[in-house]
């Protein structure tokens, strides 16, 4: 329980926790607020009181964050539909409807011409065209839940069935439905137990699916034929080691499913043909330390995508079927140039790459199906506008010459493209309509580069409303970081971003090592024993845009979710100084007592990122920057930290300890706030509108703490 005074925050009690390893004694007072069944009635009582004090203190700017709710709403065409994909005689989309929170799973059937696929189709539209069949209303079904998801929505090939994975608590365990694509009919009974959201066709009477084990490790994949009890139903492989976790992907062929296992540094592959799944599993490539491959196939041939420590940017190789060990080079590794991802079609290939920070899509066309494949040449790129951007790979049609990406910027709402592979067109599909006279020529955008203490230069996005703001240090901005797996923190639009932007706000986002945004090698320099560069690269950033007059510290706030949560809670304990106020979502905030502790999902799979601190080593470098293990007796900003109680991927609890002890050190009267929401998990509510608000309350927090409650949209 928490003590609370009428006007005071929660106060949680002191228990003391001794934990030691090689010597060294940790003492957490706040261990109690653990509980794995989230039942415990002072933990949930001590939850509700923080959320109560939060709303109390946010009482008085609740007419500023409708206001803002408001804009945001105001700016989404809420009856909308997504660009159709065409799959056989049908195009598949989803649309959303006015004052909806979820999208409706659609189709339209239109008989095949004929005619190859072309940049230029269009699904039929007005009276004359073909019905619209709603396959699944998401709406109807989360009437019956506060949570609703859908993480996987697979049609059959033969467009007759669909398979779905709904999760109800935002605890990403799912629940697999197979209905009648035209009656919406349930086919046999549901699929249940632990299981994720990978889920593929076999053909038209099989599915393949993913479990987890006890600390919520995708440990087995299934194969389950349908009208057969899921009881019978036969297990392709188990993964035993647990730093490996399992992947499912369907070759774009659709002729082969591809069973990954894969750690942090090592990933093989397992290949099933999908007309005879019987047959089970047959290793494509091995398992050696070290080596990550990822495949595809094409006519006779596996494509594989192949990283090591010598080819640590990727390399593109092709084999046989009937052969898998002649291996041929079809595009080398490149130092400064990373193979991200590559999308194969009958006649063509599409290689998503980095280089300097920035995405760029490549086309090669491809010999004849049964001709000899040898390294490429000539490729044709792709052109795009804006100086910083976010671009990738979406489903395209494998028989065609059409490839389709998405592309957006700071400034450019999400835009749909079919790129037609033979002649370099690009045609526009769709793109995110964006309400409320937003002109994208009123924002600028930059690419800036913060030099730190060891020489290396990190590439920052940025982006202001050109006539709001003046760039002499008086500008309010809001950093963002991530930093960890090597994920990319690409500079996309964010319409409910405006709100700020056009209060005057300059945003930016530090590409900071630890990601993926520089290659293979920036997220090597910012993990393990070089973790703490994630956080000093942030604070360079930080330093830079001072500097160059972006802003001042007093003006200066910073936000970030998950592992960039820990970047978040390591920097304000490291340089409280330099931040005027912090936002830190659902962050992995106790580093050492969760990675020390294999029981808890995403540990054992973790050591490779973090480090295994039952090595004397890594205890001790963990402990040095891990938040809830520095919290001083000192001067912080303004903080508001978020947490799901239903959170499998941090638990509620991290975040909880850091903010209690925090209120028993610091030594300001700034804002520190806390808010759980008691039925979510890791990414928070589902509703659409329902995001909005969140997104809503983190700016009026923002707002709030640099005392710009009277700003309004200019």
Same mark, same amino acid.
């Given at each position: ?71 945001? %709403?105001? %700016? ?41 696929? *072309? ?13 619209? +069949? ?10 019956? +839940? ?51 959201? +990978? ?10 699916? =993913? ?57 093989? =592959? ?26 595809? +196939? ?9 990283? *090591? ?11 046989? =079927? ?11 590794? %490149? ?79 999400? *835009? ?233 991927? =941090?638990?509620? *609890? ?61």
């Amino acid at each position: 329980m928490a003590n609370t005074t009428s006007k005071g925050p929660p106060v949680a009690k002191k228990v003391r926790h001794e934990m030691e390893l090689f010597g060294d004694i940790r003492v957490d007072n706040y261990y109690w607020l653990r509980d794995d069944s989230r039942s415990n009635t002072d933990i949930l009582s001590y939850l509700n009181e923080e959320n109560a004090y939060t709303h109390s203190v946010m009482s008085g700017t609740k007419q500023l964050e409708d206001r803002i709710y408001t804009e945001m %709403r105001g %700016r989404i065409k809420e009856d909308d539909i997504s660009a159709p994909i065409r799959r056989g005689s049908y195009y598949y989309y989803s649309r959303n409807l006015e004052g909806k929170e979820y999208v409706q799973h659609c189709r339209c059937y239109v008989p095949a011409s004929g005619a190859p696929a *072309s940049v230029y189709d269009t699904m039929p539209t007005g009276p004359d065209a073909p019905s619209e +069949h709603v396959i699944l209303d998401e709406n109807v079904k989360a009437l019956e +839940h506060t949570y609703y998801s859908i993480g996987a929505f697979k049609v059959s090939p033969n467009n007759k069935l669909v398979a779905y994975a709904e999760d109800t608590k935002g605890d990403e365990i799912y629940t697999v439905y197979v209905i009648d694509a035209e009656s919406g009919m349930l086919v046999g009974k549901p699929l249940v137990g632990a299981i994720t959201s +990978h889920l593929e066709w076999a053909g038209d009477e099989a599915l393949v699916y =993913v479990t987890m084990d006890e600390i919520l490790r995708p440990d087995k994949v299934w194969l389950h034929k349908l009208g057969t009890n899921q009881l019978d139903d036969s297990c392709l492989y188990h993964e035993n080691d647990e730093t490996f976790s399992l992947d499912l992907q369907a070759s774009e062929s659709k002729k082969y499913l591809f069973i990954a296992s894969e750690s942090k540094i090592t990933r093989f =592959v397992f290949y099933l043909d999908t007309s005879k799944p019987e047959n089970g599993l047959l290793v494509l490539t091995s398992r050696i330390t070290g080596i990550d491959t990822s495949t595809s +196939h094409r006519g006779n041939h596996f494509f594989i995508k192949r990283r *090591s420590d010598e080819c640590f940017n990727s390399e593109l190789l092709v084999c046989p =079927v009937e052969n898998i060990s002649a291996t041929t080079i079809l595009l080398p590794h %490149r130092p400064s140039v990373k193979l991200q991802d590559i999308q194969l079609f009958t006649d063509h290939l599409a290689v998503c790459e980095r280089e300097n920070g920035l995405p760029r899509i490549t086309v090669y066309r491809l010999p004849a199906v049964g001709e000899p494949l040898e390294r490429l040449q000539g490729g044709r790129a792709v052109d795009f506008v804006d100086p910083v951007y976010s671009v990738d790979l979406l489903e395209s049609e494998f028989e065609s010459g059409v490839l389709r990406f998405s592309y957006s910027s700071m400034r450019t709402p999400p *835009s749909v493209y079919d790129y037609d592979m033979d002649t370099g067109v690009s045609v526009l599909k769709k793109i995110e309509t964006v309400l409320g006279g937003f002109d994208a020529s009123n924002y600028v955008t930059e690419r800036q580069w913060a030099t730190v203490s060891d020489g290396t230069k990190i590439p920052i996005s940025i982006i202001y409303q050109k006539n709001l703001v003046k760039l002499d240090s008086s500008d309010p901005l809001l950093l963002y970081g991530y930093g960890s797996y090597e994920v990319c923190i690409d500079p996309t639009f964010k319409a409910s971003r405006l709100s700020l932007l056009d209060r005057g706000f300059i945003y930016a986002i530090a590409h900071i090592r630890g990601g993926g945004e520089m290659g293979r090698q920036w997220y090597e320099n910012g993990k393990l024993l070089k973790k703490k560069n994630t956080f000093t690269d942030f604070i360079a950033c930080a330093e830079y845009l001072i500097d160059n007059k972006y802003c001042c510290k007093e003006k200066l706030c910073i936000n970030g979710r998950s592992a960039g949560g820990l970047l978040i809670g390591a920097v304000v304990n490291m340089r409280p100084d330099l931040f005027k106020a912090a936002v830190a979502g659902v962050p992995f905030v106790d580093v050492v007592t969760t990675m020390l502790d294999p029981t808890i999902p995403l540990t054992t799979s973790e050591w490779e990122e973090w480090g295994d601190p039952r090595k004397e080593e890594f205890y001790y470098y963990m402990k040095s920057y891990s938040p809830v293990d520095n919290v001083k007796t000192q001067n912080y900003p303004d903080i508001l930290v978020t947490a799901g109680l239903n959170d499998p991927r =941090v638990m509620y *609890s991290e975040p909880a300890k850091f903010v209690a002890k925090l209120r028993d050190m610091k030594t300001d009267d700034n804002l520190l706030l806390f808010k759980c929401e008691m039925g979510a998990g890791h990414f928070s509510k589902s509703g659409r509108f329902e995001k909005l608000q969140e997104d809503a309350f983190t700016y009026t927090f923002v707002l709030k703490a640099l005392n710009m409650l009277g700003s309004g949209q200019q």
